[in-house]
Every structure is written in C-alpha cells, then in structure tokens.
C-alpha cells in the first residue's frame, strides 16, 4: 500500500522560512523521480520542484531561488526547504511521483502572513 505523508506545514510571516517533509512507503523510491506540488485555495494544483533519480532539480519560476527540493533515498523521504517565503506560497503542499502515479496524501498546509 501506497503512503505519501507530508509534514512540516504552518503558519510563518512573510520572510521566513519552513522545511517540509514528505515520507514514502509502499514505492521503489530511489528509482523515481519526486516532486513536490501545491494547491492554492480555488486554484489547480502545480508543480512546484523535482528532483530525478540523479538528484538533478527543477523549479517553477515562482519559487526558483528560494526553495530547494532535495532527497535522501535511506530514509525514502523527500524535503522542500521554503526561505523567503510570500503570502502567495500560502497552499497545501503535496508530494508524489513525478510525473504522479499515486493517490494524493493529505498534503501539508502553509499559510504565509504579509
């Protein structure tokens, strides 16, 4: 059984920072590729940044310069560190395959205050 479970989410003030986490079971995860997503309340979820098998990155041009995705395959857990952060960033954060093959989780909220 596939579990996607994302933490690390809250409340900061315009200017800080945050660091989610998101714990895999259930997948092969050193073989895939991992993103990291987020839905803003009455908008599509999108993505916000990969990492390959490789460890190469990607971001949105949203967040470029001030998130780094990274992943540590031991622990089949995969991290957003979120500086700077914007009232904009405000969403649910999710993670899942990229591209994704499996149920959403919970995702984790984030709420950025100006």
């Known amino acids: 059984q596939v579990q996607l479970v994302e933490s690390g989410g809250g409340l900061v003030q315009a200017g800080g920072s945050l660091r989610l986490s998101c714990a895999a079971s259930?997948?092969?995860?050193?073989?895939?590729?991992m993103g990291w997503y987020r839905q803003a309340p009455g908008k599509q979820r999108e993505l916000v940044a990969r990492?390959?098998?490789?460890?190469?990155?990607n971001y949105a041009d949203s967040v470029k310069g001030r998130f780094t995705i990274s992943r540590d395959n031991a622990r089949n857990t995969v991290y957003l560190q979120m500086n700077s952060l914007k009232p904009e960033d405000t969403a649910v954060y999710y993670c899942n395959t990229f591209p994704e093959k499996y149920l959403w989780g919970q995702g984790t909220q984030v709420t950025v205050s100006s």
């Open positions: 990492i390959t098998i490789y460890s190469s990155t």
């Open positions: 259930g997948i092969r995860f050193s073989i895939n590729s």
